[in-house]
Every structure is written in C-alpha cells, then in structure tokens.
C-alpha cells in the first residue's frame, strides 16, 4: 500500500474508524515500491490502456457524490506521461454533472477493473477539461479532452472481484477453447487410426 494513497484515503476520520475496528496498523504496510504511489510505471499503463471503460467519481458543491461510467474503444484512456492520464469524453445525455461538479472541485476518483482477470486499479487526481470542436461526420463527436493529474493510485485487494467477460472477451475465450478442443479431437482421431492400422498388420494384440 503506497503513502500517496494513504495521505489521501487515510484521514483523521478514517484513522479513527480503524482504530476502533482494530485496523489501525495500516502504517506498516505502507510501500510505494509494491502497490501504488503517484507515479505510473509500465504495467499501470498497460493496465489502462486496456480497458475499455472505467468508474468515474466527482463531488458537488453541496458535498453530494456522483459516480459515471465512462465507456470507449480500448485505448480511449491513454497514458500521456507518469503522472498524467486524459481521455476523450464523448456527447452524452447532456446533463453534465460531473463536469459542473469538476468546475467547483476538480478533484475525481477513478476506479479501473479487469473482471476476468480479477485486478482493479483505483486512481486519484485532479481533472482539467479541454473544450475541443467536435469531428465532423461523426455520430458521437468527442466534445472535450479531460486530462487527470495523477495524484496517488493503489493497485486493490482482488477479494470478491466477481468473474465476468464482455462479449469481445467471452468470444476470445470461446475461440480459444474451440481450437484446442479441434486440436485435441484430431490428436485422438491420428491415434485412433495409428491404433487401428498397427492392429490390422497384424502386430498388435489379437
């Protein structure tokens, strides 16, 4: 567990709570050479460019979170340097709740899972939208660039990550196993024949 993770999550509330439930040895575990810290290393940025959609957290000014799903082709979150990470943000239902949220409190809260795999990446950071023209042409224009600064990650425990693919992954999957299963279904049919031809030139068993 990383201390940039700590110095945000851990709070003097959340210390308290830890101490009462028995918890509050978490300062011993902290090291940013294992789990997170405020910088991206190479597996973070695979990690994230890989997903094709994550779990997005912003706060009102009346203090009320708000959670997203912002969704895109793998690769649509891209790694731009260590501490930073940006994306395109296409037109949506138009109601921009979290980016009214981020006009008052640029601070966001990212959560990144890999559900076959059973991996989850949480990030914090501070948002900086780009108003961009939209592409013209096309069906869902991007209509901002949202840059974060990464302010601390944590790679988190896979405890009760439930198993599930998407249609691409569960098709990957399938495909797989139906090559190794005609594989395997050839393998027995050359053995069967092998089997078959050394019994009939009369050296097998009788």
Same mark, same amino acid.
């Given at each position: 567990?990383?201390?940039? &993770?700590a110095?945000?999550? &851990? !709070?003097? $509330?959340?210390?308290?709570r =830890?101490?009462?439930?028995?918890?509050?040895?978490?300062?011993?575990?902290?090291?940013?050479? #294992?789990?997170?810290?405020? @910088?991206?290393? $190479?597996?973070?940025?695979?990690?994230?460019? /890989?997903?094709?959609?994550?779990? =997005? $957290? !912003?706060?009102?000014?009346?203090?009320?979170?708000?959670?997203?799903? @912002?969704?895109? /082709?793998?690769?649509?979150?891209? +790694?731009?340097?260590?501490?930073?990470?940006?994306?395109?943000?296409?037109? %949506?239902n138009? =109601?921009?709740?979290?980016? %009214?949220?981020?006009?008052?409190?640029?601070?966001?809260?990212?959560?990144?899972?890999d559900?076959?795999?059973?991996?989850?990446?949480?990030?914090?950071?501070?948002?900086?939208?780009?108003?961009?023209a939209?592409?013209?042409? !096309?069906?869902?224009p991007? *209509?901002?660039?949202?840059?974060i @600064?990464? *302010?601390? &990650?944590?790679?988190?425990?896979?405890?009760?990550?439930?198993?599930?693919?998407? +249609?691409?992954?569960? #098709?990957?999957?399938? !495909?797989?196993?139906?090559? *190794?299963?005609?594989?395997? @279904?050839? *393998?027995?049919?050359?053995?069967? #024949?092998? &089997?078959?031809?050394?019994?009939?030139?009369?050296?097998?068993?009788?």
């Amino acid at each position: 567990m990383a201390h940039a &993770f700590a110095k945000i999550a &851990f !709070t003097p $509330a959340v210390r308290a709570r =830890q101490d009462r439930m028995g918890s509050g040895r978490y300062d011993t575990l902290l090291d940013d050479d #294992h789990q997170g810290g405020d @910088r991206l290393g $190479a597996s973070e940025r695979a990690f994230i460019e /890989a997903r094709d959609g994550f779990y =997005q $957290a !912003t706060v009102s000014e009346t203090g009320w979170p708000y959670v997203q799903f @912002r969704g895109g /082709a793998p690769g649509f979150l891209r +790694v731009v340097n260590d501490r930073m990470i940006a994306y395109a943000d296409l037109r %949506g239902n138009r =109601q921009y709740i979290s980016l %009214g949220n981020l006009d008052t409190d640029n601070r966001i809260a990212l959560i990144l899972m890999d559900y076959p795999g059973a991996r989850r990446l949480k990030i914090w950071g501070r948002a900086i939208p780009h108003e961009v023209a939209p592409a013209p042409g !096309t069906e869902a224009p991007a *209509e901002r660039v949202v840059q974060i @600064r990464v *302010e601390a &990650f944590d790679w988190n425990c896979p405890n009760h990550i439930p198993r599930r693919y998407t +249609v691409t992954e569960a #098709h990957d999957e399938v !495909t797989a196993l139906r090559a *190794e299963n005609a594989h395997l @279904r050839a *393998e027995a049919r050359a053995l069967r #024949h092998a &089997f078959v031809a050394h019994r009939n030139d009369g050296s097998g068993p009788s």
